[in-house]
């Protein structure tokens, strides 16, 4: 069965520290692959999202950058974090026509 | 482009009463639509899904939800709402399965004894 991991589940960082998150997937081969920000009370944005090994397409302008250095996994990334990229932030995938499977999530708090 | 709107960004119910959260969309395209619910500091988990078969679909939990053409709507309902439906509820539309989807601002869900 397929199963999405992402991690930490957890994060507190300083502004002006680097970022990395990761988002591995198993069981399925070529995923789509997804980054969405939840801010607090508000619904979900589509970051970043990815059709194959280093195609990264990108929704919105951002001090985010994701990669996708294998087929399974996708790797969020920030050189420097500014407050307002806290947030809730989810990884997904989809292969078939069930739609989106997402990940348990990312809780990152930049102080 | 594709588009998803929520109405109502709280709703409450008693234990017991029926559950109706409301969601319609636009789209120049037949559309794939998507119920997803969260829990506190969770992922999304899928409801149930409308992808141009039965117009009426059944769910998870209960759940089912309508798709109406006509009304470009697709809400969700719940005959019985339970404490454990509490949660925040977030309606999407793409066009297919596995095509980016575009989420409402989602509805949180408050159900009282």
């Known amino acids: 069965s397929q199963t999405i991991h992402q991690w930490p589940a957890t994060l507190v960082q300083p502004v002006g520290s680097p970022l990395s998150l990761e988002c591995t997937v198993e069981g399925t081969s070529n995923p789509n692959l997804y980054w969405y920000r939840q801010a607090a009370g508000r619904g979900l944005q589509l970051l970043f999202y990815s059709v194959g090994i280093g195609q990264i397409s990108s929704e919105v302008p951002q001090n985010l950058s994701a990669s996708r250095p294998q087929d399974r996994q996708f790797i969020l990334s920030s050189k420097k974090l500014l407050l307002s990229d806290s947030g809730f932030y989810l990884c997904?995938?989809?292969?078939?026509?069930?739609?989106?499977?997402f990940g348990s999530g990312t809780r990152l708090t930049v102080v | 482009a594709q588009s998803v709107t929520q109405l109502g960004s709280h709703v409450s119910v008693s234990e017991g009463a029926l559950v109706l959260l409301r969601c319609n969309y636009s789209?120049?395209?037949?559309?794939?639509l998507f119920w997803y619910v969260q829990y506190p500091n969770q992922g999304l988990q899928l409801l149930l899904k409308?992808?141009?078969?039965?117009?009426l679909v059944k769910g998870i939990n209960g759940f089912e939800a309508e798709f109406k053409k006509s009304e470009t709507s697709f809400h969700l309902t719940k005959p019985s709402a339970h404490m454990s439906d509490a949660a925040e509820y977030f309606c999407a539309v793409s066009s297919s399965g596995f095509q980016k989807l575009v989420f409402g601002t989602g509805t949180r869900l408050l159900v009282s004894p």
């Open positions: 997904a995938w989809s292969a078939t026509d069930y739609g989106y499977t």
């Open positions: 789209s120049s395209v037949p559309p794939y």
């Open positions: 409308y992808t141009s078969a039965a117009t």
